[in-house]
């Protein structure tokens, strides 16, 4: 059974940083690019950051630029998105998805397979 799981969530105070985990099994992480999605209730769900299949590429939403890292173990079949500098917009339910493709102009496509998400917190 293709699954991702995501930890690291929690509550933090402006400025800190937090590590997000997205951890698959039932398929070959490596063949497939990762994307970072977060939403807020009432609004619509919004790519966040991603990475291609072979970690060379990663892809950025302008709001995160220069704060947020997104990585990847392939050995450990897990993806991270390490967030620093935190702020209370940033608060949200974050998922990681896989996909199929990427873009080098947007990232990560073609989601075929999510996790059930992780909260985080920013209090100012």
């Known amino acids: 059974q293709v699954q991702l799981v995501e930890s690291g969530g929690g509550s933090v105070q402006a400025g800190g940083s937090l590590r997000l985990s997205c951890a698959a099994s039932g398929y070959t992480s490596s063949a497939y690019c990762m994307g970072w999605f977060r939403q807020v209730p009432g609004k619509e769900r919004e790519g966040v950051a991603s990475?291609?299949?072979?970690?060379?590429?990663?892809y950025y939403t302008a709001s995160v630029k220069g704060r947020f890292t997104v990585s990847q173990d392939s050995a450990k079949r897990t993806g991270y998105l390490q967030m620093n500098s935190l702020k209370p917009e940033d608060t949200a339910m974050y998922y990681c998805?896989?996909?199929?493709?990427?873009?080098?102009?947007?990232?990560?496509?073609?989601?075929?397979?999510w996790g059930q998400g992780t909260q985080v917190s920013v209090s100012s």
């Open positions: 998805a896989a996909g199929r493709s990427y873009s080098f102009y947007d990232g990560c496509r073609e989601y075929f397979v």
């Open positions: 990475i291609s299949s072979d970690g060379r590429l990663t």
